[in-house]
């Protein structure tokens, strides 16, 4: 069975960072498409970001650098460095993993 665990949200103030994580078991990350998505109140869910099986990873428009994701194969985990946080990166973020299985989702606020 498998099983996604997303850790590290919070409330952050605009320009502030934070690094989420996926934790998983049940599947091998390094040999999975794994994303993040996010989910927000009046929006459509979008894709944050991805990395593939050999490190290619794709992001959304909006990120514009301020992302970054990679993964740790010895402890099977994803990781979603998100700096320069603004109000409009406020949502819950979900972990994916091969376009199927995902996590509870870690909610992410950016307010003063």
């Known amino acids: 069975q498998v099983h996604l665990v997303e850790s590290g949200g919070g409330l952050v103030p605009p320009g502030g960072s934070l690094r989420l994580s996926c934790s998983a078991s049940?599947?091998?990350?390094?040999?999975?498409?794994t994303d993040w998505y996010r989910r927000n109140p009046g929006k459509q869910r979008e894709l944050v970001a991805r990395?593939?099986?050999?490190?290619?990873?794709i992001y959304g428009d909006f990120v514009k650098g301020r992302f970054a994701i990679s993964r740790n194969s010895a402890l099977n985990t994803v990781y979603l460095q998100m700096d320069d946080l603004t109000s409009e990166d406020t949502a819950i973020y979900f972990c994916?993993?091969?376009?199927?299985?995902w996590g509870q989702g870690t909610q992410v606020t950016v307010s003063s």
């Open positions: 994916v993993a091969n376009h199927f299985h």
């Open positions: 049940g599947i091998n990350l390094e040999s999975s498409d």
């Open positions: 990395i593939g099986p050999l490190n290619r990873t």
